[in-house]
């Protein structure tokens, strides 16, 4: 009954969300908004946003696009903003708080130091040219179209219209 499709999801790199992430616009075309929720998303590939991003334009997805984020949203867990292309169909927004900010380098690795206990996540790729203009810097993130806390995002999601009856928003 809810005029909302909402889809959590931790990170960007399991073979679940690439399985299942892109084919989201299938379910979608018949509700007013889809609740893209990537709080706490420590990234992986952006790939399946691509591709869903380039369906919902396809075949018109005409309705509102909230994308969840909070400041422990990382790399590609806040690369939303391709979803904001003005061009596209539908409206998207982001909701939360500043994103994490680490979208200059990609392709990251662990490395481990397994005798000292030590362990670094080092990127491989520099992306800084590609970056949008709105993107605030490393440790800064994206600053969100609509400020929420964890606490109050049901309360702001219902007030913005989001119908989240059926919906087990987390």
């Known amino acids: 009954t809810s005029n909302a499709y909402y889809v959590r999801f931790t990170n960007c ?17 018949e509700k007013e908004f889809i609740i893209l929720d990537a709080r706490s998303n420590n990234g992986g590939s952006n790939f399946p946003q691509t591709k869903l991003r380039n369906s ?20 590609s867990g806040e690369v939303w903003e391709e979803f904001g292309d003005r061009t596209l169909p539908y409206t998207c ?3 939360g708080t500043h994103s994490g900010g680490m979208q200059n380098y990609g392709n ?8 000292n206990h030590v ?6 790729s520099n992306f800084r040219k590609f970056l949008p203009s ?11 179209d609509i400020w929420a806390t964890t606490e109050t995002m049901k309360a702001t ?14």
């Open 13 to 29: 790199s399991n073979n679940e969300y690439h399985e299942n992430f892109e084919n989201i616009y299938l379910k979608v075309m």
């Open 134 to 144: 709105n993107y605030l810097g490393e440790g800064k993130g994206y600053e969100p």
């Open 119 to 124: 362990s670094v996540y080092c990127g491989r």
């Open 56 to 75: 919902l334009a396809k075949k018109h997805y005409k309705g509102t696009i909230y994308v969840l984020q909070d400041n422990w949203s990382f790399s």
């Open 93 to 95: 927004k982001l909701v």
């Open 108 to 115: 990251c690795r662990t490395i481990r130091d397994s005798k």
């Open 157 to 170: 999601l219902e007030g913005l219209g989001v119908d989240l009856t059926g919906i087990d928003f987390q």
